[in-house]
Nanobody, 116 residues
Framework: VQLVESGGGLVQPGGSLSLSCAASGFTFSSYAMDWARQVPGKGLEWVAGIYSRGSTAYADSVKGRFTISRDNAKNTVFLQMNNLKPEDTAVYHC???????????WGQGTQVTVSS
């Protein structure tokens, strides 16, 4: 299983970023996928998840601002982040599974920094 995130960077408060996660080594379309984030000194915080058939769920902290989606033909899961806030600053990881306890594999992560 390999998960490779991309798309992180520096953005001003109120701005947007789109993250991508390319998956390989398993039948992507058969698995739920999710995103979680981590700041130094804290554990993983689950952000959003998408089931194999497309149903989604979000943490309250990002609901209405973030959108998770997937392209099964391209083995890729996305996280569109709008109206970003400084407290969204973290390393964002994609995972195979749903919620932190239900995720078997995590990617290395991509840094998102929200700052003016």
């Amino acid at each position: 299983v390999q998960l490779v995130e991309s798309g992180g960077g520096l953005v001003q408060p109120g701005g947007s970023l789109s993250l991508s996660c390319a998956a390989s080594g398993f039948t992507f379309s058969s698995y739920a996928m999710d995103w979680a984030r981590q700041v130094p000194g804290k554990g993983l915080e689950w952000v959003a998840g998408i089931y194999s058939r497309g149903s989604t769920a979000y943490a309250d902290s990002v609901k209405g601002r973030f959108t998770i989606s997937r392209d099964n033909a391209k083995n890729t899961v996305f996280l569109q982040m709008n109206n970003l806030k400084p407290e969204d600053t973290a390393v964002y990881h994609c995972g195979r599974g749903f919620h932190v306890a239900g995720t078997e594999y995590w990617g290395q992560g991509t840094q998102v920094t929200v700052s003016s």
